[in-house]
């Protein structure tokens, strides 16, 4: 149990353009969702916190207008970039909180590729 | 310096036995995981400690906790090509299970 899905798993844009990423929590409810990015050879930057029916959690740097999240129900989350630039390639990762699950509370999804030309 | 340190690189024979290092700064750390990436993939968790806990053993895997050095290995024994990949340490602090990652170890098995 506890898979969380992504889609696309991977994506190629112009730049200028606008990507909307899914994060599905398949057999579980998820108030909490994460957001990460990874760039090569780089460990997970946590981007952003989303919960569901409010307003996402940014972390310092990351840019609330550019990286827009919602999170409408308790098993789909969305990453929207955009205005997507070359600079914003990179690895998206999303992963879900499973209350009641000591220790393990996060369920990682399978990634997103985006590479913006 | 960053939060969670491991090693970049690590290359073991096919059948030997691998051990990943990882240390970490802050003291009130309540879980220490450790993640396996295998490439074009998200993470998956392979296994994780508690901070009360010295080690856990989970078949070929082996977990070692030295909180006063704030140090964390994972032994894997047997190592098998299907075993390369980029493992991540972390760390959650507190009543937070947001992890916060190491760049990772990418280790290589070679026959």
């Known amino acids: 149990g506890a898979v969380v899905s992504q889609h696309p798993s991977w994506v190629i844009c112009k730049s200028g353009t606008s990507v909307k990423i899914e994060c599905r929590s398949l057999?579980?409810?998820?108030?909490?969702m994460f957001w990460y990015r990874q760039f090569p050879k780089q460990s997970l930057m946590l981007m952003a916190t989303?919960?569901?029916?409010?307003?996402?959690?940014?972390e310092q740097g990351v840019e609330k207008d550019k990286f827009l999240i919602n999170h409408a129900s308790l098993t789909l989350s969305t990453l929207t970039v955009t205005s997507a630039h070359p600079e914003d390639s990179s690895f998206y990762i999303c992963?879900?909180?499973?209350?009641?699950?000591?220790?393990?509370?996060?369920?990682f999804g399978p990634g997103t590729r985006l590479t913006v030309l | 310096g960053e939060d969670v340190e491991q090693s970049l690189f690590l290359s073991v024979r096919e059948g030997d036995s691998s051990v990943i290092n990882c240390t970490y700064t802050?003291?009130?750390?309540?879980?220490l995981y450790w993640y396996k990436q295998e490439p074009g993939a998200g993470l998956q968790l392979l296994t994780y400690?508690?901070?009360?806990?010295d080690m856990k053993q989970d078949q070929r895997l082996t977990v070692l906790l030295n909180k006063k050095d704030k140090h964390l290995s994972l032994r894997i024994a047997d190592t098998q090509t299907g075993d390369s990949a980029i493992y991540f340490c972390?760390?959650?602090?507190?009543?937070?299970?947001?992890?916060?990652f190491g760049r990772g170890t990418s280790l290589i098995v070679h026959p």
């Open positions: 992963s879900a909180d499973r209350q009641g699950v000591s220790g393990r509370g996060q369920f």
């Open positions: 057999d579980f409810q998820a108030t909490t």
């Open positions: 989303s919960n569901e029916g409010s307003k996402a959690t940014y």
């Open positions: 802050d003291s009130s750390s309540t879980y």
């Open positions: 400690i508690f901070s009360n806990m």
């Open positions: 972390a760390e959650s602090i507190g009543g937070s299970y947001i992890p916060t």
